[in-house]
């Protein structure tokens, strides 16, 4: 800004010098030539009246440096000249005021120098004999006066280059020094020129508009971050470059990566062939996916290009956690097959029973026996039946009518139930503790505590006990089924609630168990959104706890 001020200081002074001497050379120069010549026209009357008195005698006593005074005859001659002699002069006759004065009786011309520094103004008139008095003056012309001016022309011009630069710096630093005092965070608190104040109106509104598009940024980024940083799949953005952008915390987990990969080139962070291959894929085909196992899991990658008008700005790495639906898949495929051979053998009992019986080889007193075969095959058939029904039902998640159920009365009804299988066994069956009210689904209830009930029955030894035992906890109802029985290996805990596991497979095909009892057991606990727990001891028994919530969700 000095600068500017400077140059427009700078370049007035020199205007207005310019003007000065437009002024004086264009104005005053032929002003004070007018005078001269006026002046010059008096002088050369009286020179006249004189002349035609006194004749030479007059010219002669006239000294003068400054006017010359020329005696011409009408035929050009000239008689007389004040500072020259007269037998070198040539004739004036041509001379233009010569010409002029002896046609009008007066005449006047100018004439310049052969260097234009000087020129000389001739004023003439016609005397009474005929001839002319010429009077004639020297003086400087505007060029000459200007080449005489340059000294005093540079002396001011330096001082107005200083004095210039004097104000520049000085209205500069006047003029800056509020500016440079502006608080551009609040500018409607500025009290300075008043030509600034639509800027700062401007400043203003930019302001709240900048403002207004944080907060709304703000807000998109925070519900960006709460959504990725409570999503379960692993999320990554990736620029144009494959520079992490965005990493949520189940990504980080997933990548063991920290806060400082932002920026990074992702696969610094997974170096593995099968990530690089699906980046080269996504970026050629826009999409990529692959499977793979990380942290003993198995999870599904899916990449896509992000494209917008044309050009490619980065990539979206999205993890899934697939090892639930992976086990899922095998299971199901197990229990398939299970289902298979399960349903298969009972059948096949049946079958070649009736194939005997049908084709006579069975002897009259041996069919009441086959008939029996039969007809304990097609019971456990039902019964596999039914199990399997009630757990696809589970797995489904139907929803299912809730009410109010106490565990202790309704393991009080089951001990009824089971009391002619206890006998046979003898088992004695016992029901201890409080009312334990739950909300939940009876039938399902009654399948955990039945089943529970059933295998402590099965696998309990002759003249053992069985007790149920119903604890009320806060917020929650304990029912803990406790046998003396053969009890279960350490190994097998974890995988007696699998669908057609059995510890004992030739103890559990005599005791017609389907092997889906502890399975419908687990389900129904997990749809009312219990906990399951086994403590066992071979050969000493088993005790298994179930925990309820009071109100299930």
């Known amino acids: 800004m000095t600068s500017k001020i400077f140059k427009s200081i700078l370049t007035v002074a020199i205007a207005v010098l310019l003007a000065s001497l437009i002024v004086i050379m264009g104005v005053l120069y032929p002003y004070f030539g007018g005078v001269q010549e006026s002046q010059l026209r008096d002088e050369l ?5 004189a002349t035609q008195q006194l004749g030479e005698s007059y010219l002669s006593t006239v000294d003068s440096n400054r006017y010359r005074l020329t005696w011409v005859a009408a035929d050009g001659m000239v008689i007389f000249d004040s500072h020259a002699d007269v037998a070198s002069m040539e004739n004036h006759a041509n001379r233009e005021e010569i010409r002029e004065a002896l046609v009008s009786g007066i005449g006047s011309s100018t004439r310049n120098s052969s260097t234009l520094t000087e020129e000389t103004i001739y004023e003439a008139t016609r005397l009474n004999d005929g001839s002319v008095l010429r009077i004639s003056v020297s003086r400087a012309t505007a060029l000459l006066l200007v080449l005489g001016m340059i000294q005093p022309i540079l002396i001011v011009l330096i001082i107005a280059i200083a004095l210039s630069a004097w104000l520049a710096h000085s209205m500069a630093k006047r003029v800056v020094e509020p500016l440079n005092k502006l608080n551009l965070e609040k500018p409607m608190e500025n009290d300075v020129y008043e030509e600034i104040s639509p800027l700062l109106h401007r400043i203003h509104a930019q302001h709240k508009e900048i403002k207004y598009q944080m907060n709304a940024l703000k807000r998109k980024q925070d519900e960006f971050e709460q959504i990725t940083g409570n999503m379960k799949e692993a999320l990554v953005l990736l620029d144009n470059v494959g520079r992490i952008v965005s990493i949520n915390p189940a990504a980080k987990a997933l990548f063991g990566a920290g806060n400082s990969c932002i920026g990074e080139d992702f696969l610094t962070v997974d170096r593995k062939q099968n990530m690089r291959m699906a980046l080269e894929e996504a970026n050629a085909n826009g999409q990529a996916d692959f499977r793979t196992k990380k942290n003993g899991r198995e999870y599904q990658f899916d990449l896509s290009r992000i494209d ?9 790495i999205l993890a899934f956690d697939i090892t639930e639906q992976v086990n899922a898949e095998k299971h199901r495929q197990e229990f398939t097959a299970n289902v298979s051979h399960e349903l298969k053998t009972p059948l096949q009992t049946i079958i070649g029973s009736a194939e005997l019986m049908e084709n006579g080889i069975v002897k009259d007193e041996d069919i009441p026996r086959f008939i029996g075969h039969i007809r304990k095959e097609a019971s456990r058939l039902v019964f596999l039946i039914d199990d399997i029904i009630r757990l696809s039902q589970l797995d489904e998640g139907a929803e299912m009518p809730h009410e109010d159920v106490s565990l202790k009365v309704l393991s009080e009804e089951i001990c009824e139930t089971l009391a002619d299988a206890a006998k046979l066994k003898d088992v004695s069956l016992e029901v201890i503790g409080d009312d334990g009210v739950v909300s939940g689904v009876r039938r399902l209830l009654y399948e955990v505590v039945y089943n529970l009930c059933d295998n402590a029955i099965k696998y309990n030894n002759a003249g053992g006990k069985v007790e149920i ?12 089924v406790s046998d003396t029985g ?15 596991y059995r510890v004992d497979k030739s103890h559990s095909k005599q005791s017609g168990g389907t092997g889906l009892g502890l399975s419908i057991v687990k389900h129904a606990v997990q749809y009312h959104h219990g906990k399951i727990t086994v403590e066992s001891e071979l050969n000493k028994g088993t005790t298994i ?9």
Do not use: W
Request: proline share 4%.
């Open 486 to 500: 053969i009890g279960i290996a350490p190994e097998h805990q974890d995988k007696v609630f699998e669908r057609f």
């Open 545 to 553: 706890s179930v925990q309820f919530p009071t109100k299930v969700q």
């Open 469 to 480: 035992a119903v604890t009320e906890q806060q917020g929650a109802v304990k029912i803990s």
């Open 45 to 49: 009357t009286l020179a006249a009246e």
């Open 308 to 316: 917008s008008d044309g050009n490619h700005h980065g990539t979206v």
